[in-house]
């Protein structure tokens, strides 16, 4: 029997919009002072780039729901479909496994005309997840160069925006940053969605 209509008869459906985004997936409000976070993701306010979201700063900070706190360049030359080339320069395996998410039937990202693809030289945008590690390097400019103009540069998690708590970031200039340790698939949807020149998710 085809998956997808086993799917529907167990009552599994695609989303139509997000419902349930985890409290702890959403952006943070500050409500008071908190000294001692890992990343120095709270020093002048909340850093969403830094922050690995540990809950040590609880109740100082508090989630607030919302997903949507990504950062896009939108280029509407993408609107009809967006082809991605996912790259791993040093993760822990979070933000693939919520990235590979986005492409299952309860959220399917191809409704949205967002697709992956095994070639840089056929994609659009390049998804960068993780850590730089010095072995990476040269890959990492390798793809970035084999992909053709205009790219879209995706820098996913914290590790990817700021080293998290064991590195350094990814030091180029991205048009799409998705914060969150790892980023709900609703936050990356929004921010792909954004990119390509669509109003969010």
């Known amino acids: 029997m085809n998956w997808f209509l086993r799917g529907l008869r167990r009552g599994v459906k695609t989303e139509s919009k997000p419902t349930s985004t985890p409290p702890w997936a959403s952006s943070l409000k500050v409500e008071g002072n908190f000294q001692g976070c890992p990343t120095n993701a709270i020093e002048d306010g909340w850093d969403s780039g830094k922050c690995i979201f540990c809950r040590r700063c609880y109740p100082s900070l508090k989630p607030t729901g919302d997903h949507r706190m990504a950062s896009a360049r939108g280029n509407p030359m993408f609107r009809r479909s967006f082809y991605l080339y996912p790259l791993d320069v040093g993760t ?4 693939n496994s919520e990235l590979k998410l986005i492409s299952s039937p309860q959220y399917d990202m191809t409704r949205f005309g967002i697709f992956f ?3 840089p030289r056929h994609a659009d945008g390049v998804v960068i997840m993780g850590v730089l590690t010095e072995g990476m390097r040269e890959v990492l400019k390798e793809t970035l160069d084999a992909v053709p103009s205009p790219k879209v540069l995706i ?12 590195g350094e970031g990814v030091k180029i200039e991205a048009d799409v940053i998705v914060p969150g340790c790892p980023p709900s698939p609703n936050t990356i949807l929004d921010a792909l969605i954004k990119a ?6």
Not at 92 to 95: F, V
Not at 155 to 166: F, K, M, Q, R, T
Not at 196 to 201: D, E, I, N
């Open 155 to 166: 820098l996913l998690g914290a590790c990817a925006i700021s080293g998290g708590v064991v």
């Open 196 to 201: 390509k020149g669509g109003k969010g998710w």
């Open 117 to 119: 693809t095994n070639s």
């Open 92 to 95: 822990c395996g979070g933000c």
